[in-house]
């Protein structure tokens, strides 16, 4: 006998991508969309995606993958934020929070980050399996790793700096010095991780935190602490918004999915400015 507690919610989700899309999406389809909504071969694109929005893809996540690899080619990067929140202070969780009595007991036995084998924690089944994927290479922040693959590779994630997660040193910096693009695949601003590299640099009142994370240091489990930047999503869709009021973005379709290009460098300095008149 065969568990099927879920089995019904899975197939109406089925249901529901199918409705979504006239026919299958396939990694043919999913490259000549991007191709058509202007990625290029060659350049280095940090991708947002959400699986579910490209309506139903034969293969999954793996032909969504192959897709953005066959579409940026050998000679481009492709590079996605693989975050592990799991790997993060516990006495910090607040959706949901533990217990306070579980913190201590949590610290000292949490698995450590590992970028080898630790999954990703609600970042959609893109970068999970992305992250696994031969020739992929992941930095060893604990907490907000990123995954790359290409040439450029190594020049993005190796030594992710445990302080400055997201700041001038960290995939994010080194994806601006690139003068990369980030490819919104079914998301929205609000999850563009590339305006935490505008917090850090942007001038407004800023809380710094002592953060904790459990690590493997010379093969030994070790609960990390570090002084980082409390950083803060929640006006992000708002930023974006008036970005693309004042400056042009390629959008179009991929599949189902709403689909925007964006150039980082310009987000980047443009969440500056906004942060320094807005964030009080």
């Not at 490209?54 to 293969?59: A, E, R, Y």
């Not at 997660?165 to 601006?176: K, N």
């Amino acid at each position: 006998m065969t568990d099927d507690s879920d089995g019904g919610d899975e197939r109406e989700g089925h249901r529901r991508l199918m409705k979504m899309v006239d026919e299958p999406v396939t990694t043919d389809t999913l490259v000549s969309d991007l191709q058509t909504l202007g990625v290029e071969r060659g350049e280095t694109l940090l991708v947002h995606s959400s699986l579910s929005s490209l309506g139903w893809v034969s293969g999954g996540a793996p032909a969504v993958v192959d897709a953005l690899l066959e579409a940026v080619g050998e000679s481009g990067a492709l590079v996605t934020p693989t975050h592990t929140s799991q790997c993060s202070d516990p006495g910090e969780w607040e959706n949901p929070p533990v217990p306070s009595e579980w913190v201590e007991t949590l610290r000292e036995t949490m698995t450590p980050y590992r970028p080898e084998i630790t999954p990703t924690w609600m970042m959609g089944a893109v970068p999970e399996c992305f992250r696994d994927y031969p020739e992929t290479r992941r930095s060893n922040h604990p907490t907000y790793s990123f995954a790359a693959q290409g040439p450029m590779a190594v020049d993005v994630v190796e030594d992710h700096p445990i302080e400055g997660s997201l700041g001038e040193d960290s995939p994010l910096g080194r994806l601006y010095d690139l003068d990369a693009r980030v490819l919104l695949l079914g998301t929205g601003h609000e999850t563009n991780t590339s305006l935490h590299l505008a917090e850090y640099r942007a001038d407004y009142s800023k809380e710094y935190r002592t953060k904790g994370a459990p690590a493997l240091v010379d093969g030994e489990r070790r609960w990390l602490e570090y002084d980082d930047l409390v950083i803060d999503a929640d006006d992000f869709a708002e930023i974006g918004e008036a970005f693309e009021t004042e400056e042009e973005l390629v959008d179009g379709e991929v599949g189902a999915a709403t689909a925007k290009l964006v150039d980082q460098r310009s987000l980047v300095d443009f969440g500056v400015e906004w942060m320094a008149e807005n964030r009080q």
